[in-house]
């Protein structure tokens, strides 16, 4: 007996990354299949060293994503420049004008990997913020401050106070998506705004709290930045997932780092999700009776807000009575890259 339909098989528009990690080098090759496998579009992040920060930087670390490609494959990297004090006004516009970047990246110096060259000082970045609103440019915010005196479970929602909250009051026509949002205030402020605010939902949030950290001993592969929260902002960032709304959509935040960067006594910050994110997020909307909103969340509402139309091509997910294998770790010239582990069996895999 069961309380609902079992839905054993869905199909849908094939899905887009908002927020991916791809790196360099050896690690770009290394991982770029993985979301290549399941993605049409990645929106990929810019926070390598050095960044990317000019159009011209954006160029050739496209060129690279392409390099590292299957062949065949039809998946598009989209680019985004990063941020920094220095950036040139006209610049961002002329990489937007071309089509080179899709939108920008906001680090708070020090928030995370790679942010050192993010802004310390936001008025110094405004001429650019002011640029993008008039051009109709997003920007894409890790939404995090970074003042020692605050503690690390709250700095988000005190950016969203003390950052966010000016700024969208000082340029409402600016498009801001909320990257990685982690806990419920977060959740109750984009949907307070009335418009030009969204917000990424990462596939470990969905199903990991703090506790995951520390399950039995120090577990870095469940630490990430914007670091996981108590149980009741797991559960808020779900019910966003699976609401069908239009201002919540998918970015993994997948972000690899060799594991022997990670077990360390200063681990990096990150988790690597592209492997098996959609028989996750399969699994946590069966869970939820929302798979008929799967397809919102993952495929939908993040092209919509870019302005763009859904994948023409489709996915099916398909439930299988047993568990579905994944590579617990991938290989890689820089070592071995840990694959997030749910905690829960899958049981969704993606039909060939
Ligand atoms: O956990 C994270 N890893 N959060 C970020 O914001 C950056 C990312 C990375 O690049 O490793
Ligand atoms: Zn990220």
Redesign the pocket.
Known sequence: MTDRPVTDRIELSQPDDWHL?LRDGAMLAAVAPASARHFGRALV?P?LVPPVVTTRDAVAYRRRIMAALPQGTSFTPLMTLYLTEATNADDVAAAHAEGVATAIKLYPAG????SQSGVRDMEKVYPVLERMAAIGMPLCV?GEVTHPEVDIFDREAVFIASVLEPLRRRLPELKIVLE?VTTRDGIDYVRSADRNLAATLTVHHLFINRNAMFAGGLRPHYY??PVAKREVHRLALRAAAVSGEGRFFLGT?S?P?ADAAKEAACG????FTAPNALACLARAFDEEGALDRLEAFASLNGAAWYGLAPNERKVRLVRRPAPVAYPGRIETDDGPVTVFDPMLPLHWEVER
């Open positions: 990690h992040m926070n928030a995370t990997t790679n890790h990685h990430c930045l935040d972000a780092h990096c910050a990150g988790i």
